[in-house]
């Protein structure tokens, strides 16, 4: 527990912003305390939009170790389908984190690359130096690294200000209707359990379009376009239409039908994406096929016709 006054200095700041100020921690994970209930102010939980007060008691809960840096540990089958003295783009197999984490023991894309000899920006909270976007461990697809500070800084940008096309396809349960349409609906932290998220009324913004490209009798091939990046995004904003992607349990879907299709995680793969090169500004538009497990699944559900 780290404890002290507010300095002069960080009145009138964010809370996530002065805590990663005061605490040389990440303002990304100043957030995630604020919301965890772990920040203090006068003994009352802060929000991290909160603005700090010079002289307030200040109580940070740091009993989480730090997110570990990436150790260089190569990961079979992900494949670079894109690298210049910028960008590299790679095509991440299911069960690969994007960067190291609390808890997670198993390989990552930075860790990755650095076994691959491959340098990238220093730009980021240390252990996701370089990542501009992120895949879900369970999600396969394509996920660009910044290499150069200054392709960090304009890729970040990109992202925030959606330039970036992401096109991913899911096989969800059931037949959504309309067959062409948009989820706008707010996403934030599950209610009753934080390993999750959900559509919630005071939630960040999130956006998602789609279009069934086919239908089979128990679920529908979907293409869907994300607007905004929201972690788990696809998978809270189908469950919530009660179309979970097949093979995601935690968000709903049937076991049954997942163990029919093989599935040991969900059917989602980040299938193109395209985006203003950082040194040229020329359009780069990339695509990945399906990986073995999502092919079979789809296979499997056509051959059921």
Do not use: N
Request: negative net charge.
């Amino acid at each position: 527990m780290k404890q002290l006054p507010v300095p002069d200095g960080l009145a009138g700041e964010r809370v996530d912003a002065g805590l990663a100020r005061v605490l040389g921690i990440s303002r990304t994970r100043a957030a995630e305390l604020a919301s965890a209930g772990k920040v203090l102010l006068d003994g009352v939980p802060a929000g991290k939009s909160e603005r700090l007060v010079a002289g307030a008691w200040l109580e940070v809960d740091l009993d989480e170790a730090p997110a570990p840096l990436a150790s260089p540990e190569p990961v079979p089958g992900m494949r670079i389908v894109h690298d210049d003295e910028h960008v590299v783009v790679v095509d991440k197999p299911v069960g690969v984190a994007a960067h190291p984490s609390p808890g997670w023991t198993g390989p990552t894309v930075v860790g990755a690359l650095a076994a691959a000899g491959y340098r990238i920006s220093t730009s980021g909270a240390a252990e996701r130096q370089g990542v501009v976007h992120r895949l879900d461990v369970g999600t396969s697809g394509l996920m660009a690294v910044a290499k150069s500070e200054h392709a960090y800084t304009v890729l970040k940008r990109a992202f925030r200000e959606r330039t970036v096309d992401k096109i991913y396809h899911a096989v969800v349960q059931g037949h959504p209707e309309p067959t062409v349409g948009t989820i706008d609906a707010p996403i934030g932290r599950h209610p009753s359990a934080d390993y999750k998220f959900a559509v919630v009324a005071d939630g960040k913004p999130s956006i998602t379009h789609y279009e069934v490209l086919e239908m089979f009798p128990a679920a529908s091939l979907v293409e869907i376009h994300l607007e905004t990046g929201r972690t788990h995004q696809i998978r809270v904003h189908f469950a919530a239409l009660r179309h979970p992607c097949a093979g995601d349990t935690t968000y709903g879907a049937d076991p049954t039908l997942a163990a029919r299709l093989g599935l040991r995680r969900q059917w989602l793969h980040a299938m193109r994406l395209a985006f203003d090169h950082p040194g040229t500004g020329e359009r780069l538009e990339l695509e990945s096929s399906y990986p073995e497990d999502l092919a079979s699944a789809l296979d499997l559900l056509r051959e059921a016709r």
